[in-house]
């Protein structure tokens, strides 16, 4: 099955809004919103997200970009997503317009929860400090991880970045979502000598090429 890496930044049309810094009551929640982490009882009852002022866009979009690279969609999106069937948190909140007037009470935070062991290290195209990934120029999915990935997940190594299947892809398009952008992901089986690289092979401040 082909997988996607879903656009949570997106830029192309200045007409839609963009969110605008988060809420008070969630700014220290964003490592959460945007890692898989679960905010349960923690969420803020009707929290209020304002739009941009950076950015004068005003129409409403299926999925609505920010600077937090946090999943933010309308509810037929939403449901698509739910009907996955995968462990995430659908969490509601006021939709302000630049004049903080309420522009909707129809968009939600999708937080897919959790992360997958996913990427073929050594094609994949990262930037290591130590043992720590300072970031991701390129992913290539490992064929073998693969078998029973979800229809959504995060990368392991960067859990902001979404990965979504073919088959949720095909379910989005019913829905006809404005604002959605998705990128092929390269998919490879691992190498002969090893699937996965011992850390040791790593070298430090360096990036580690297939």
């Known amino acids: 099955m082909n997988y996607f890496l879903l656009e949570l930044v997106p ?24 890692r898989g982490r679960p905010m349960g009882s923690d969420y803020p009852k009707d929290p209020q997200w304002r739009m941009s002022d950076t950015y004068g866009g005003i129409k409403l979009p299926s999925l609505i ?16 997503f739910e009907a996955t069937g995968v462990s995430m948190e659908c969490l509601p909140f006021v939709l302000l317009n ?36 300072v970031g991701i120029e390129k992913l290539v999915l490992d064929t073998d991880k693969m078998k029973d990935a979800p229809d959504v997940f995060r990368v392991k190594e960067d859990r902001e970045k979404l990965i979504i299947s073919h088959r949720l892809a095909d379910e989005m398009k019913k829905v006809k979502p404005t604002n959605v952008f998705l990128f092929d992901v390269e998919q490879a089986p691992p190498s002969p000598r090893s699937a996965k690289p011992a850390k040791a092979s790593k070298p430090a401040k360096a990036k580690a090429r297939g």
């Open 11 to 34: 830029m192309v049309d200045k007409s839609y809004c963009v969110l605008g810094d988060l809420p008070d009551n969630l700014l220290s929640f964003s490592n959460r919103l945007s």
């Open 98 to 133: 630049h004049k903080g007037r309420v522009a909707s009470r129809d968009y939600f935070i999708v937080n897919p929860l959790g992360e997958l062991d996913c990427l073929n290290l050594e094609k994949s195209d990262i930037e290591w400090l130590d043992d720590d990934v």
């Open 65 to 80: 970009a920010n600077l937090d690279n946090i999943l933010v969609v309308e509810r037929p999106l939403k449901e698509v």
